[in-house]
């Protein structure tokens, strides 16, 4: 059943004045006019929540018409799920009725005939009448509100959120909003901010700045990225960059500003740091003394220096940077720069191309104006090259310089030798005669010579041997310097040595007063690595000094010991008359007598240069140390020889020597040559070939001798030692090879050196075979059983 209201049920607005004689009166027609015309909806509900009014708004807003809701339950107008909730609520609210005004803070919705729900504001005003109390309520829709709210709640948590400081600014200079991103930058709060004047953050001297963009701000203008220093509430100043944009009204006027500010504080630190590191790599190519560039990826030339822009830069039109390598080689070709040296413009673009493709080594260049250039290029990990040019001009003048001077020096030292040699000759052939005749006199049976003048003879042969002496050991020291004198190094037994320079010295000492005593070798002293003769020479040398420079009834002992792993040191100690301190410094250089020069006491001051050089030549070194008036002592160090175990090996040789077809009596005997300079060498060549009855040895002790005798013996097999004295084992078997009658007979090489390239060196010269020292005897014999007979084996 439809219900609407009469005259006396229609609610009036509560500001109406009451009717008097007189006042006008709305008739029905102008009264739901007036209600239709209201910009919200009207809905008027009774005691039991049926609709009794509804204006057009409310038709339109919730798309039922008057008709359909009229006599209708309230909860038509709500979603489903808030209907049974508010039939309690409608009644409670009709018991105990009171005005509600909009905007209570209810979350309200209302349902539309289609379902659709939407959020909407009620007030309520209750109206007593005759029939009971009316509900009126006006509607209104807020989804548009609704929806602008949750834009701004999602701007302004995007805002809040945000890492730069985002600042609203009125247009009178003050702080009008200020986010998180602000209290983070610059450490004031909200509260502390709003309401103060722009210029708070502005470092002093920069206040000005301040209003001068809000003047352009007020004319509209747009300011992006202006980078610019403030300051925090710590009083620290940082680097920002401010975005600042004019906010309009709905006018179109500007109300306010917006302004971005960005901490851009370790970007300026790291842009800083970047152009240190960026100046200082500048500075150090420009301060490379050759041509320094770097080429990218693409061959584009990406840095340089001055000199690098001097050399090649300036035959380059326009600028250098960014042009490819090919542009700059083809413009330096045109310009000259290089001098080709009859090489074909094209070959040396083509040679310097492929050089840049594949660098490798270095290469080597000269200019037109006769400069020298060295080119080095290395590859970058990103595919680039890294390209130096470093003039050497001086450094091949030098070079050229030292060519010419070391061969002025080669042939200066040739004439010494020749000189000297040439002396010695002419010196020792009248020596000879005086030497000769004096002995002659000293032994004249026929006309005896006084007293007087044997002792005056004996002057003569004493100074004569002093001659002699210094003109060998000129000598000696000539071919030491000249790069003559090879050693014969091989494995030498150390106290053989000592007890053999023991027995030269003895008789000198006797005559000097002097005792000459060897102190107990150390238990498992190794053999040395040495020349065994040269060794011996440098002892002897320490000896005799020990005995002219000690004291009658002196002493001078030779002892042995091992400072260090490896190395054994030989030392002769004195009690003599010591060496001056200031002559300590020059005691190993030629002609030095330790301040001796002008006294009783004779000597050339050769002999421990010498001793030095030839320490050197065997791997060693020497050294001394002296207290005048108490003494002195002399080492020499040289290094142990590591010896393989050979008991075995020496039982397998022993049986392979018995069993050996050269070791029975009868049959052919054949002849070896061993060449060998060392003593010790040649007797156990002796021994060991004394086992073979069938073998005859002849020995020769230089290679000269051994060539004639290869010549005149013809000998069916030659054991050659390697590092002779004078000609070597190598020159030897160069010239054996050069005679008919020579160049068949089998030469095996003997020497200390067993790198693999000797052995090659030897396989290249001609050598039968390449033995090394200390010689394995099943080695050697299984070799002279393969040449000498053949069949045997």
């Not at 209104?140 to 600014?169: C, F, W």
């Not at 400069?371 to 003048?397: C, H, I, N």
Request: aromatic share 6%; proline share 6%.
């Amino acid at each position: 059943m439809t219900h609407e209201l009469s005259s006396s049920e229609r609610p009036s607005p509560p500001d109406q004045a009451p009717r008097g004689p007189g006042a006008p009166q709305l008739d029905d027609g102008t009264f739901r006019l007036l209600i239709d015309a209201a910009p919200d909806a009207m809905v008027v509900v009774d005691e039991q929540g049926r609709i009794a009014f509804v204006n057009v708004q409310a038709e339109r807003m919730f798309g039922y018409a008057r008709g359909e809701l009229v006599g209708q339950a309230i909860e038509i107008l709500l979603p489903e799920r808030f209907r049974r909730a508010h039939v309690g609520n409608r009644s409670a609210f009709i018991a105990s009725p009171k005005a509600r005004p909009m905007g209570s803070g209810l979350e309200l919705f209302g349902r539309r005939r289609d379902g659709g729900e939407f959020p909407v504001e009620i007030s309520l005003s209750p109206l007593a009448t005759e029939r009971g109390t009316l509900v009126s309520s006006a509607i209104r829709d807020i989804s548009e509100r609704k929806r602008v709210e949750l834009a701004m709640q999602r701007l302004a948590a995007i805002v809040d959120s945000s890492e730069d400081a985002v600042i609203g600014e009125a247009l009178d200079g003050r702080i009008a909003s200020w986010n998180r991103g602000a209290e983070r930058i610059f450490g004031y709060s909200a509260d502390e901010m709003i309401g103060k004047p722009l210029t708070a953050l502005a470092p002093p001297g920069r206040e000005d700045e301040v209003l001068r963009m809000l003047d352009r701000l007020k004319r509209g203008e747009h300011i992006e990225h202006f980078e610019t220093v403030r300051r925090r509430k710590d009083g620290r100043d940082i680097d920002v960059s401010i975005t600042l944009s004019p906010i309009y009204g709905a006018q179109g006027k500007i109300v306010g500003t917006s302004k971005v500010a960005r901490d851009i504080s370790e970007r300026k630190r790291l842009e800083a740091e970047a152009k240190r590191t960026g100046d200082l790599l500048r500075s150090a190519v420009e301060s490379i003394q050759g041509a320094f560039a770097v080429f990218d990826a693409q061959d584009r030339l990406a840095l340089c220096n001055s000199a690098y822009r001097h050399w090649l830069g300036a035959r380059v039109s326009g600028p250098v940077i960014g042009r490819s390598y090919g542009e700059i080689l083809d413009e330096s070709l045109a310009a000259g720069l290089f001098a080709l040296g009859g090489e074909a413009p094209d070959a040396f673009r083509a040679r310097m191309l492929a050089y840049h493709a594949e660098p490798s080594g270095t290469l080597d260049l000269c200019t037109s104006d006769g400069r020298s250039l060295r080119a080095t290029e290395r590859r970058t990990a990103e595919g680039g090259t890294v390209s130096t040019l470093w003039d050497m001009t001086g450094d091949v003048q030098r070079e050229e310089e030292l060519r010419k001077a070391r061969a002025l020096a080669e042939a200066a030292s040739s004439a010494k030798s020749e000189f000297l040699a040439s002396m010695s000759h002419e010196l020792r052939t009248p020596l000879n005669a005086i030497l000769g005749f004096a002995q002659l006199l000293q032994r004249d049976r026929k006309t005896p010579l006084t007293d007087r003048q044997k002792e005056r003879i004996e002057h003569v042969l004493k100074g004569g041997e002093h001659l002699l002496k210094l003109i060998d050991d000129i000598l000696d020291l000539s071919r030491i310097e000249a790069g003559r004198v090879t050693v014969s190094i091989e494995p030498v037994n150390v106290p053989e040595v000592l007890a053999e320079v023991k027995t030269t010295l003895d008789p000198m000492a006797q005559r000097a007063g002097i005792e000459i005593a060897l102190a107990p070798v150390p238990t498992e002293l190794p053999k040395i690595t040495a020349d065994r003769t040269r060794f011996a020479q440098i002892l002897m040398n320490y000896g005799s000094n020990a005995i002219k420079y000690g004291r009658r009834g002196g002493r001078a002992t030779i002892a042995v010991s091992m400072p260090e792993d490896g190395v054994v040191r030989i030392c002769v100690v004195d009690n003599g008359i010591g060496i001056p301190r200031e002559q300590h410094a020059k005691i190993f250089q030629p002609f030095q007598r330790a301040g001796q020069e002008t006294g009783p006491i004779e000597g050339t001051g050769i002999g421990l240069a010498i001793t030095k050089r030839l320490a050197e030549l065997m791997g060693g070194g020497v050294g001394f140390s002296s207290v005048p008036g108490e003494g002195s002592q002399f080492w020499i160090e040289l290094p142990a020889h590591e010896e393989p175990p050979v008991v075995a090996a020496a039982v397998q040789a022993d049986a392979r020597l018995e069993a050996s077809p050269l070791a029975g009596p009868g049959g052919v005997r054949h002849s070896v040559l061993y060449v060998e300079d060392n003593p010790s060498n040649i007797a156990f060549m002796e021994e060991l070939i004394s086992e073979f009855e069938r073998v005859h040895l002849i020995t020769a002790p230089n290679a000269e001798i051994g060539i004639e005798l290869v010549r005149s013996r013809r000998p069916e097999v030659v054991i050659m030692d390697i590092n002779l004295p004078g000609m070597s084992g190598y020159e030897a078997m160069r010239r054996l090879e050069e005679w008919p009658e020579t160049r068949d007979i089998p030469v095996i090489a003997l020497s200390a050196a067993a790198m693999p390239r000797d052995t090659r060196r030897a396989e290249q010269a001609g050598f039968y075979r390449y033995l090394t020292k200390p010689v394995r005897v099943d080695e050697l014999t299984a070799v002279l059983e393969e040449l000498l007979v053949p069949g045997a084996r």
